[in-house]
C-alpha cells in the first residue's frame, strides 16, 4: 500500500469529523445569507442559490458576490455593515481557518506514515 493511501486512511476519522465541521459553517453561513441578503439580493433569494453562491465563495469564485454585497443598493442601504461581516467573516473562517485544519490533518497523518513506513523500505533518491 502506498503512501499516499495510507495516509488518507490514517486521516480518514479526523476528515469525517472535519466534513461534518465544514458542512456545520457551510449551512450557517447559507441560511444566514438566505435570512439577510435574499431579500434583496438575487444570489441569495433561495436556500439553493445562497447554497450555490456560499459554495461559489468557498472554492475562490466570489468577485460577482462581492460585486453583488457591495453593490450600489448595499453600500448606501442597512445592509452595508452585514454585507461586509459576512464576506470577510467567511474568507477568514472558511478559507484561512477551516481549510488550514484540513491541511493540518492531512501532514499529520502524512508525518506519522512517513514515520512508520522511514524503516521498513529503501527509497530512491
Known amino acids: 500500500m502506498g503512501i499516499l493511501t495510507r495516509t488518507i486512511a490514517k ?12 458542512t456545520i ?28 453562491t456560499v459554495f461559489n465563495m468557498l472554492i475562490g469564485e466570489f ?17 452595508l455593515i452585514p454585507a461586509v461581516l459576512f464576506f470577510y467573516s467567511f474568507m477568514f ?8 485544519f484540513f491541511l493540518a490533518i492531512v501532514v499529520d497523518a502524512y508525518s506519522d506514515v512517513k514515520g512508520d513506513h522511514a524503516g521498513t523500505a529503501p527509497t530512491l533518491t
Do not use: R
Open 93 to 100: 473562517i472558511v478559507n484561512l481557518v477551516i481549510l488550514n
Open 63 to 79: 468577485a460577482d458576490t462581492e460585486d453583488e454585497l457591495l453593490s450600489q443598493d448595499v453600500d448606501s442601504g442597512p445592509l
Open 11 to 22: 486521516a480518514m476519522d479526523d476528515l469525517m469529523h472535519f466534513v461534518v465541521l465544514l
Open 25 to 52: 459553517v457551510f449551512t450557517i453561513y447559507t441560511v444566514m445569507g438566505y435570512i439577510v441578503f435574499g431579500p434583496t439580493i438575487a444570489s441569495f433569494s433561495t436556500i439553493g442559490l445562497a447554497s450555490k
